[in-house]
């Protein structure tokens, strides 16, 4: 049961196979037996799921079956879920149980999906190894001495370590993107505005996007179908139709051209993942698409300019967080001044203390222009470059991660080294476009991803590029050995 896609587990659930309460017993108790192990959720909802598999029972009996009707997923506990915890990660968080649902979670549970749970993740989303969380790191399912990336980390090692068959994510520069391929998953960013951002907690605004995680394009498919629309309490949420994704994986895309930037294949990339993702290609060639190489020039910018205007805008968001309205406070201050101090220095991690000096820094006087305003011109330059590609091909393709899964503290320590392992997916968010990540093959027992891009509300292409490769492959398919009962 556990083995089965998000896609399968619909079928098998409307063939009457089994009930939507057993499917969720069935994921709860693989929770229990590996959540120890992986540390992939911080909250689990038990009572609320068998309650809501009920519910869900009774809806298909009576013929009222929604889009996701019985099927589990697991919540990023970035979003607010109504009388249950939302962390962030963070102590700053960790007795916040928001009064309301953010519009991902209510609109799949109005699709009949039923949440196990909130997992874990990078504090605030600051992170790419899912280590610099208050509930302690995630361990990666293929290797639990690795990391599974971040900041969706736990969304990613849930997915792949068969604790949820899909989770939602959130993508600030390569969130589902990177523990998608580190783990193995498939993980889908959509287009920014395309999915409502309203009950998501901020991190950075004009960067942030939820999205699916699961095990195939047509799983992603399928939740995208549920995730997205027109929100009218986000004004960042495009009023653009939703297409039907399910509807448009046809597996053909003969004709279809691939770009591959040469920017995304540098010398000093490790050469069997350069080898892994040649191998995408020639497969995609033999289903009919055609390559052409192409160039982004001003992408070797994107990590310098993401680490000015993202800090800046956290260092906005966060400001909210002072110990008065909600969130953690001290003990016993002296003042007003020193609540203010305290409280902020002990519920916020080094990582995200970090990120807020150096936002603040580049959003003060005497240096907006030199620092922030000048990183949002390099913004422009690299929508720029992806608009000219995409007047030569219809897709873009290179790897996800520069790296295989790295051990568990071995870059703790080293914030630059550590940021450059989103070097790959920053472009992609500075320019608001779509992309997706779909497992490759595996180097030394550990996964690989190859990411495609797509040009903007081009969701649809993109899972079908990815579909097509799933129909030839069967790395999507591929599944740790946690042990424990199926």
């Known amino acids: ?61 009576r013929g009222e079956a929604g889009l996701l009707e019985g099927l589990p997923v697991a919540h990023k506990d970035i979003f607010c879920t109504r009388d249950v915890r939302t962390s962030c990660g963070s102590l700053m968080l960790d007795t916040f149980n928001a009064p309301y649902d953010a519009t991902v979670v209510a609109r799949m549970a109005d699709a009949g999906a039923i949440m196990l749970g909130k997992t874990n993740m990078d504090e605030f989303a600051m ?93 992603c498919a399928l939740l995208l179908q549920a995730m997205a629309g027109h929100d009218d309490k986000d004004s960042t949420c495009v009023n653009e139709p939703v297409t039907d994704y399910c509807a448009a994986l046809s597996g053909d895309i003969s004709g279809l ?55 800046a805008e956290a260092s906005s968001n966060l400001s909210r967080f002072d110990g008065v309205r909600y969130g953690h406070r001290c003990d016993d201050p002296a003042d007003l001044m020193d609540l203010y101090k305290r409280s902020r220095s002990e519920g916020f991690g080094e990582e995200v203390k970090r990120r807020i ?24 330059l690299i929508r720029d470059d992806f608009k000219r590609a995409f007047e030569q091909c219809d897709v873009l393709l290179g790897p996800t991660s520069p790296e295989l899964a790295f051990a568990l503290g071995s870059k703790k320590d080293d914030p630059v080294t550590m940021y450059m392992a989103d070097v790959f997916t920053i472009a992609v968010n500075l320019a608001g476009l779509p992309a997706l990540s779909m497992p490759a093959g595996f180097i030394d027992g550990l996964p690989v991803g190859v990411q495609l891009i797509g040009n903007y509300f081009d969701e649809g292409r993109l899972l079908n590029v990815a579909h097509s490769y799933q129909q030839e492959t069967e790395w999507h398919r591929q599944a740790p050995a946690l042990g424990g009962t199926a």
Not at 4 to 32: C, H, P, V
Not at 178 to 191: E, F, H, I, S, Y
Not at 263 to 282: H, K, N, S, Y
């Open 357 to 380: 000096l150096v936002g603040t820094y580049a959003l003060s006087h005497g240096y907006y222009d030199a620092y922030y305003l000048r990183a949002q011109k390099v913004r422009r």
């Open 257 to 311: 051209t691939i770009g591959l930037p040469e920017e995304f294949f540098p010398d000093d990339l490790d050469g069997r993942i350069a080898d892994a993702t040649q191998a995408v290609v020639r497969v995609l060639e033999q289903r009919g698409a055609r390559v052409a190489k192409v160039s982004l020039p001003s992408v070797a910018l994107s990590v310098p300019a993401y680490y000015v205007i993202a800090p």
């Open 1 to 61: 049961m556990i083995d089965l896609t998000l896609t399968e587990l619909k079928d098998a659930l409307a063939r009457g196979d089994f009930s939507a309460r057993e499917l969720t017993a069935a994921y709860l108790q693989r929770i229990r037996e590996h959540n120890g192990t992986l540390n992939a959720y911080i909250t689990v909802t038990e009572e609320q799921a068998l309650a809501a598999a009920d519910a869900s029972d009774a809806r298909r009996a």
């Open 127 to 219: 992170g790419s190894s899912n280590e610099t969380s208050y509930y302690g790191p995630v361990r990666n399912p293929w290797d639990t001495a690795r990391v599974p990336g971040g900041s969706s980390g736990g969304a990613a090692a849930a997915v792949a370590g068969r604790l949820a068959p899909a989770a939602t994510g959130t993508d600030t520069g390569g969130s589902i993107r990177q523990p998608a391929a580190l783990c193995g998953v498939t993980g889908l960013k959509p287009t920014y505005g395309r999915v409502s951002r309203w009950g998501m907690i901020a991190f950075a605004s004009s960067l942030d996007q939820a999205g699916p995680m699961a095990h195939t394009a047509a799983d």
